[in-house]
């Protein structure tokens, strides 16, 4: 069957009011569209812990910096919808603009703290549209969790203290990244990489959860992030935008694995631009 499709809130409002009427619980999960099975893992998880599951797809203008990467990002709607109708989504939320930033919209949601480095400061103001656009979804839809993926790890951060600071009553779930076969972390911008580029593509995991092994085994982390950066170019990779160990619970800097932690990094390929992260789990 396919998926009941909403593109206004009150289309959508009127959904989860007559599932709350039946005491149905819901969850949320907020998305750009190009689904792959890193998107459809959420909707699994959403499946096994609410009654029903709302999908988001909204390409949101305000956490682009670049006006090209926003012509770029691929708009699938049709192939979403199939996909969702497989999967047993039981709405597809996808608002045209007006929905979501009506004529006049002048309001802004910024997180500081969470916000700062690694994507904050190479993707200035991006945050503050993820902030701004989530902080809407989760106050139209009303839902009771909504399931994030581990994948955009520091944007987990950034979403859980909004919701936390503006008192939305709503769980945010961390779901664990999805990867292909061969390590690459799924990711909608992956469509992009050339056959070639693709081919290099995993080494970018395989190089931090070498790093991170060497991490929990005690090593510090300065010298193995500078060697992991000069692995990386070796290998064919372009600017290393960041590669850095943080706090899992605080996201601050760690010289070593003295608690649980990440190590996160932002690497480019030719003009795709891929993030990952790997947990590290602490030295004993
Ligand atoms: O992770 C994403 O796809 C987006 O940042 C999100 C959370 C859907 C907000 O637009």
């Not at 956490?63 to 926003?70: G, I, T, V």
Request: glycine share 8%; with cysteine.
């Amino acid at each position: 069957m396919a998926v009941s499709i909403a593109r206004t809130v009150q289309a959508l409002r009127a959904a989860v009011s007559g599932w709350r009427a039946e005491g149905l619980s819901v969850g949320l999960v907020p998305t750009m569209g190009a689904l792959h099975d890193g998107h459809i893992s959420l909707v699994r998880a959403g499946l096994a812990r609410t009654d029903r599951v709302i999908v988001t797809l909204f390409v949101n203008p305000k956490q682009f910096n670049s006006p090209a990467d926003l012509a770029a990002y691929p708009r699938t709607e049709e192939s979403d919808a199939a996909k969702l109708a497989v999967a047993g989504a039981h709405l597809l939320y996808a608002p045209d603009a007006e929905a979501i930033y009506p004529q006049g919209f002048s309001t802004t949601v910024s997180v500081d703290g969470a916000s700062e480095g690694m994507e904050g400061a190479f993707r200035p103001g991006h945050f503050d549209g993820v902030a701004t656009v989530v902080a809407k979804l989760f106050l139209q839809s009303g839902a009771d969790c909504a399931f994030f993926g581990e994948k955009d790890f520091q944007q987990l951060h950034v979403v859980r203290r909004m919701a936390h600071d503006l008192d939305i009553a709503i769980e945010v779930i961390a779901c664990p990244t999805v990867r292909e076969a061969d390590g690459l972390a799924m990711s909608s911008r992956n469509v992009r990489l050339s056959p070639e580029e693709r081919a290099l593509a995993p080494r970018l995991a395989a190089v931090l959860f070498d790093a991170a092994e060497k991490l929990a085994a005690g090593a510090a982390a300065a010298p193995l992030l500078a060697d992991a950066r000069n692995a990386l170019g070796r290998a064919g990779f372009g600017a290393v935008d960041y590669i850095e160990l943080r706090s899992q619970a605080t996201l601050a800097t760690l010289e070593r694995a003295s608690e649980p932690a990440r190590l996160l990094a932002a690497v480019w390929l030719g003009e795709v631009r891929l993030i990952d992260n790997v947990a590290v789990a602490p030295a004993s």
